[in-house]
């Protein structure tokens, strides 16, 4: 007698389910059918594809809110590093910077903001973007067609939309006429109209071109975010998305004042970055405090928060590293690897660029090539929360030696291939306990990884995996947080911050965006350089063990973190738009 047909395309079985609603787990198998979840729950019919989930933890496919992919998914189809730590969807278009809407004389402008504040190699976009569209929802239709490992969605960048309108003008900071503003809220409601979820902008001092310029969004009056606020209130849907000056120094209660008349004009939510920074410690908890005002009143405004310190990190085959802009190394930074390496170790060449002092025109640049002392070594696994003590400064002072003597020899080795670590924010007092105030705070989102960012700098949308691994598993230098918080967080909390209604739970109806977790197994790995960008270009990946599948769509994308060659992922359009 003949075998019955599956009755499922997938049955993932004897799992324990963290359904991203934040409720106790439960065992359940979960049956997956055309692409969405049919029935969770003791399943009596087969599957095509059978995973046996047990002494695995079945969660909802991770959503990752604050990414910069807008280049990246325009030349390859997989969306790492995100889609190595089970991200499902990625939101893009953060911070105001972009590649739309775009006319052609615009196109070298957008890629030297890019370049500066998102640390993408000016080649890499010059062969890498095909520039097939000039509006936003041409650009839109363009990411119709491509195909990925994971879903995108995009957001509308202020920095495109503000040069686009004004040319020149709009790059050199200018203030916009009222036409000009007019011509902005337009731009906003048309793109959100054809499916994007939102405008976003940026007021951070730090995000400058390479040269040393500041960014074309960063000095605009409020006038100019209003009008921006005014193209969501007209489309009648999307986020505002922002980065505000209170983690540099500006007042926070100014700050917070202005989030609230932007979100009150759009009449939609707002989120904004938060960081915990040791220029302004006291700025991060005041915030906290005005949220709690602000959301007591009404107002949906959240804010973005990371989970661990943000990394810089450095190494001779890096962005950064303490003697990247001494004039000797500049004369052999053209070199190879191993060249350089030879030419370090040379006692002359020591001698001459621990003399010497960082020369460039950005500011940005010069701050980090002088954080010297407070570098760690980052390790493999790495360290997120190191101790004090073994930071570069205080290990030097116990040598005997200075902070540069010591990273210089650290540099050297692995053949280079060191890399250390500066936790440029998030790690004030040397813990991450004032992380934890922002992570447990009802009114943050967990977010902030910029995949597809900071290719030779930044590595952090690894985060996913240090959330479940570290906070919720191996920390001891503070309390953990629960599991199922933990998942929430990832899940269903940015779903409901988007508008994504359907994902972000497991549940029968829901998308099957599912990843099968081996909870106990679950490690992160150090970052590693590879060379596969367009043009050869170098960037950052990190590999995490414990993701025994990943499912997009209904479809297995990742079988033990390998790619399984599945390209399921897809635009996903904000349909709720008036």
Same mark, same amino acid.
């Given at each position: 007698?003949?075998?019955?047909?599956?009755?499922?395309d997938?049955?993932?079985?004897g799992?324990?389910?963290?359904?991203?609603?934040?409720?106790a787990?439960?065992?359940?198998?979960?049956?997956?059918?055309?692409?969405k979840?049919?029935?969770?729950?003791?399943i009596e019919g087969?599957?095509?594809?059978?995973? %046996?989930?047990?002494?695995r933890?079945?969660t909802?496919?991770f959503?990752?809110i604050h990414?910069?992919?807008?280049?990246?998914?325009?030349?390859?189809?997989?969306?790492?590093?995100?889609?190595?730590h089970?991200?499902?969807t990625?939101?893009?278009?953060?911070?105001?910077?972009g590649f739309?809407?775009?006319?052609?004389?615009n196109?070298?402008m957008?890629v030297?903001?890019?370049?500066?504040?998102?640390?993408?190699?000016?080649v890499?976009?010059?062969?890498?973007?095909p520039w097939?569209?000039e509006?936003?929802?041409?650009?839109?239709d363009?990411l119709?067609? /491509?195909?990925?490992?994971?879903?995108? $969605?995009?957001q509308?960048?202020?920095?495109? !939309?503000?040069?686009?309108?004004?040319g020149?003008?709009?790059?050199?900071?200018?203030?916009?006429? %009222?036409?000009d503003?007019?011509e902005?809220t337009r731009?906003?409601?048309?793109?959100?109209?054809?499916?994007?979820?939102?405008?976003?902008?940026?007021?951070?001092?730090?995000?400058?071109?390479a040269?040393g310029?500041?960014?074309p969004?960063?000095?605009?009056?409020?006038?100019?975010?209003r009008a921006?606020?005014?193209?969501?209130? !007209?489309?009648?849907s999307g986020v505002?998305q922002?980065?505000?000056?209170?983690?540099?120094?500006?007042?926070?209660?100014?700050?917070m004042?202005?989030?609230?008349r932007?979100?009150?004009?759009?009449?939609?939510?707002?989120?904004?970055?938060?960081?915990n920074?040791?220029?302004?410690?006291?700025n991060m908890?005041?915030?906290?405090?005005?949220?709690?005002?602000?959301?007591?009143?009404?107002?949906?405004?959240?804010?973005?928060?990371?989970?661990?310190?943000?990394g810089?990190?450095?190494?001779?085959d890096?962005?950064?590293?303490?003697?990247?802009?001494?004039?000797?190394?500049?004369?052999?930074?053209?070199?190879s690897l191993?060249?350089r390496?030879?030419?370090?170790?040379?006692?002359?060449?020591? $001698?001459?660029?621990?003399a010497?002092?960082a020369?460039?025109?950005?500011?940005t640049?010069?701050?980090?090539?002088?954080?010297?002392?407070?570098?760690?070594?980052?390790?493999d696994?790495?360290?997120?929360?190191?101790l004090?003590?073994?930071?570069i400064?205080?290990?030097?002072e116990?040598l005997?030696?200075?902070?540069?003597?010591l990273?210089y020899?650290?540099?050297l080795?692995?053949?280079?291939?060191a890399?250390?670590?500066?936790?440029a924010?998030?790690?004030?007092?040397?813990?991450?306990?004032?992380?934890?105030?922002?992570?447990?705070?009802?009114?943050?989102?967990?977010?902030?990884?910029?995949?597809g960012a900071?290719?030779?700098?930044i590595?952090?949308?690894?985060?996913?995996t240090t959330?479940?691994?570290?906070w919720t598993?191996?920390r001891s /230098?503070?309390?953990?947080l629960?599991?199922p918080?933990?998942?929430?967080?990832?899940?269903?909390?940015?779903?409901?911050?988007?508008?994504?209604? %359907?994902?972000g739970?497991?549940?029968?109806?829901?998308?099957?965006?599912i990843?099968?977790?081996?909870?106990?197994?679950?490690?992160l790995?150090?970052?590693t350089?590879?060379?596969?960008?367009? $043009?050869?270009?170098?960037?950052?990946?990190? /590999?995490?063990?414990?993701? %025994?599948a990943t499912?997009?769509?209904?479809?297995?994308?990742?079988?033990?973190g390998?790619?399984?060659g599945?390209?399921?992922?897809?635009?996903?359009?904000?349909?709720?738009?008036?």
């Open positions: 007698m003949a075998a019955s047909a599956p009755t499922f997938i049955v993932i079985r799992g324990l389910v963290i359904d991203g609603s934040g409720s787990p439960y065992e359940a198998d979960v049956a997956v059918q055309d692409g979840i049919c029935a969770v729950g003791t087969t599957g095509e594809e059978e995973i %046996d989930a047990r002494g933890i079945v909802p496919g959503i990752d990414t910069h992919y807008d280049g990246q998914v325009t030349w390859e189809d997989t969306l790492a590093p995100s889609s190595n089970g991200v499902t990625v939101v893009m278009g953060n911070c105001g910077v739309a809407p775009c006319k052609p004389e196109r070298d957008l030297r903001v890019m370049e500066g504040v998102e640390d993408i190699p000016e890499v976009m010059v062969e890498g973007l097939n569209w509006s936003f929802p041409e650009y839109l363009a119709e067609a /491509r195909r990925a490992d994971i879903d995108f $969605a995009a509308i960048p202020h920095a495109p !939309v503000r040069i686009h309108v004004m020149q003008r709009g790059a050199d900071r200018e203030p916009p006429s %009222d036409e503003l007019s902005m731009i906003v409601a048309e793109g959100v109209r054809a499916g994007a979820f939102g405008v976003t902008t940026s007021r951070s001092l730090a995000h400058r071109t040269s310029d500041l960014a969004t960063v000095t605009s009056e409020e006038k100019e975010y921006l606020a005014e193209g969501l209130r !007209v489309a009648g505002f922002l980065i505000p000056g209170a983690q540099e120094g500006k007042d926070p209660a100014e700050e004042a202005m989030l609230r932007l979100s009150e004009i759009a009449g939609r939510p707002l989120s904004f970055s938060l960081l920074t040791v220029q302004h410690p006291d908890e005041a915030t906290l405090g005005l949220l709690s005002e602000t959301t007591g009143d009404g107002l949906p405004i959240r804010a973005q928060v990371f989970p661990r310190a943000v810089i990190l450095y190494g001779l890096l962005s950064f590293h303490p003697f990247r802009f001494h004039p000797s190394y500049r004369k052999i930074e053209a070199l191993a060249e390496v030879a030419a370090m170790r040379d006692p002359a060449m020591r $001698a001459r660029l621990l010497e002092k020369e460039h025109s950005n500011p640049f010069l701050y980090l090539a002088g954080q010297t002392a407070q570098l760690f070594p980052l390790g696994p790495p360290d997120y929360e190191p004090p003590e073994y930071s400064g205080a290990r030097a116990a005997g030696m200075s902070p540069e003597e990273a020899d650290l540099l080795e692995q053949e280079g291939h890399t250390l670590m500066l936790p924010a998030n790690y004030v007092g040397g813990s991450l306990e004032p992380v934890r105030s922002m992570l447990e705070h009802p009114d943050t989102l967990v977010a902030l990884g910029d995949g900071h290719y030779g700098m590595c952090d949308s690894s985060y996913p959330l479940l691994a570290y598993r191996d /230098r503070g309390p953990r629960p599991l918080w933990a998942v929430k967080a990832l899940t269903n909390n940015n779903a409901v911050a988007l508008g994504l209604k %359907d994902r739970l497991i549940a029968a109806g829901m998308k099957a965006d990843n099968v977790i081996d909870y106990d197994g679950l490690r790995h150090a970052p350089a590879v060379h596969d960008l367009p $043009a050869g270009g170098r960037r950052l990946v990190q /590999r995490a063990d414990g993701y %025994d499912i997009v769509s209904g479809v297995i994308t990742r079988r033990r390998e790619r399984t599945a390209l399921p992922g897809r635009l996903v359009r904000n349909k709720a738009a008036a």
